[in-house]
């Protein structure tokens, strides 16, 4: 069955670095997600891509972050300049048609701690 | 008031029992609803979707009350591996997924 795949599986990073974390949504999907959990509360929504544009963001998102799909397979989330509260799992997610008719699939997470 | 609200529980449960979660949501408009079940450190997975009609699976019964903004999961006979976070799950305008806390259940012989 395919997967969404992510790497690294943790990350460890000094505060003030940049980040990017990857992830290969599965091969024929279209739409693609970021999702972010603090240890020990919910899983909230950061981004949301398609046709190679950011179709939503939440106020987390803000200028410190930005994604990308550089080539046909890598969906990628950068965070510029690190900040402790960044600490979190970091899920990545795809969809293959219209959303609303859809699942989204989840990959296993990027273990992202701040220094 | 939360978007999405649920019992954090725990629900601490013997094998066999039946237990039931309930779920409430803010946003009238939503239009899609889920569980989603996430064990300890791991990504949700889709358990299944929430539709008005009500839908089974196997031991698991989902049910959406969009008059009351309300959903609920039964699950019957439970085994020790269902023990893990359920995740009332609501999706939004922009595809964006709305999480529940979770609540937790643990099941035990």
């Known amino acids: 069955e395919p997967e969404v795949t992510q790497t690294p599986s943790h990350q460890v990073t000094q505060m003030g670095q940049e980040v990017i974390l990857r992830c290969v949504p599965i091969?024929?999907?279209?739409?693609f997600y970021w999702y972010r959990q603090i240890l020990g509360q919910k899983v909230e929504f950061l981004v949301s891509?398609?046709?190679?544009?950011?179709?939503?963001k939440s106020e987390i998102f803000d200028d410190q972050f930005s994604v990308e799909r550089p080539d046909g397979s890598n969906f990628t989330l950068k965070i510029r300049s690190t900040k402790l509260e960044d600490s979190a799992m970091y899920f990545c997610?795809?969809?293959?048609?219209?959303?609303?008719?859809?699942?989204?699939?989840f990959g296993p997470g990027t273990r992202l701690t701040v220094l | 008031r939360k978007e999405v609200e649920q019992d954090p529980g725990p629900f601490n449960v013997p094998e066999g029992a039946t237990v039931a979660f309930n779920c409430t949501y803010s946003?009238?408009?939503?239009?899609?609803f889920f569980w989603y079940r996430q064990d300890c450190r791991k990504e949700p997975k889709l358990l299944m979707s929430?539709?008005?009609s009500g839908n089974e699976d196997g031991r698991f019964t989902a049910q959406l009350n969009r008059a009351s903004q309300y959903i609920s999961l039964l699950i019957r006979d439970s085994k020790l591996s269902d023990s893990a976070t359920y995740l009332c799950v609501v999706m939004e305008y922009g595809n964006k997924l709305v999480f529940g806390a979770g609540t937790i259940l643990r099941v035990k012989s």
């Open positions: 929430v539709y008005s």
């Open positions: 891509f398609y046709n190679n544009e950011i179709s939503e």
């Open positions: 997610a795809s969809t293959k048609d219209s959303p609303f008719a859809d699942t989204q699939y």
């Open positions: 946003n009238s408009a939503s239009q899609s």
């Open positions: 091969s024929n999907h279209l739409y």
